[in-house]
């Protein structure tokens, strides 16, 4: 069941990130290539949770929660240099900043509060993969 709701989470963010991706590129804005690598991740780690969840594979499903952790960690990097780079002299912590910025667009918005909805169930599941569950 975890498993299942990390590719649920996994699926609806990358649609979102799509979304969010073919804005900046109808806008003609300048992608960062970490962007691209965020995406790649996203796909790479998608395609060892669905390997996982075919075969139960343990490790397949370790590393899938590994690539997902790179990812996350690509995309919040995005957002605090996207905010740095808007607000270089801002005072505080900037991965707060970025974070409160981000409620005020609803596709960066959603795209935040789904990346746990993948993180968590898929750490559950590698667990539970690892008992022997």
Do not use: E
């Amino acid at each position: 069941m975890t498993a299942t709701i990390a590719l649920v989470g996994w699926v609806l963010n990358i649609g979102v990130g799509l979304a969010i991706l073919g804005r900046l590129l109808r806008a003609r804005r300048h992608v960062p290539p970490l962007a691209y690598y965020h995406l790649t991740t996203a796909f790479v780690g998608l395609g060892f949770w669905v390997g996982f969840m075919t075969t139960g594979s343990t490790p397949l499903a370790w590393i899938g929660f590994a690539v997902l952790t790179l990812h996350n960690t690509f995309g919040d990097t995005l957002m605090v240099q996207g905010w740095r780079k808007r607000n270089p002299d801002a005072p505080g912590i900037a991965y707060f900043q970025a974070t409160k910025a981000a409620w005020k667009k609803p596709l960066l918005l959603a795209h935040g509060f789904l990346a746990p909805v993948a993180w968590f169930p898929a750490l559950a599941a590698a667990v539970i993969s690892s008992w022997g569950g």
